[in-house]
């Protein structure tokens, strides 16, 4: 079956950087197109980033434009989220997601095919 596994989630104070990854497996990686959402308490599932499957193009939320980077590797089923210049606001638990078709725009949960458990990020002032 389909599984998505993130890591590197943790505990970080303001200005410093983290890098979350999601290992792939059960599907063809380099067919897919991957995004980060994340959710913090009592609110919504928020798209933070896509990369399309190959050659590599990339989307941002406004809120982290500038400050996160995600990328991925074909040859080892991956994708990353470089998060640099954390605030307070980063706070939240962070998804691995996947779609096959790319868009390039704000993903909604509903486009989303499979899902990774999710891992915690928090920034302290």
């Known amino acids: 079956q389909v599984q998505l596994v993130e890591s590197g989630g943790g505990v970080a104070q303001t200005g410093d950087s983290l890098r979350l990854s999601c290992i792939v497996s059960?599907?063809?990686?380099?067919?897919?197109?991957m995004a980060w959402f994340r959710q913090a308490p009592g609110k919504e599932r928020e798209f933070v980033a896509g990369i399309s499957w190959s050659p590599s193009s990339t989307y941002y939320s406004d809120s982290v434009k500038g400050r996160f980077t995600i990328s991925r590797s074909n040859t080892k089923n991956a994708v990353y989220l470089q998060m640099n210049t954390l605030r307070p606001e980063d706070t939240a638990v962070y998804y691995c997601?996947?779609?096959?078709?790319?868009?390039?725009?704000?993903?909604?949960?509903?486009?989303?095919?499979?899902w990774g458990q999710g891992t915690q990020v928090t920034v302290s002032s």
């Open positions: 059960g599907l063809t990686f380099s067919s897919y197109a």
């Open positions: 997601a996947t779609r096959r078709s790319w868009y390039r725009g704000d993903w909604t949960p509903s486009m989303v095919e499979h």
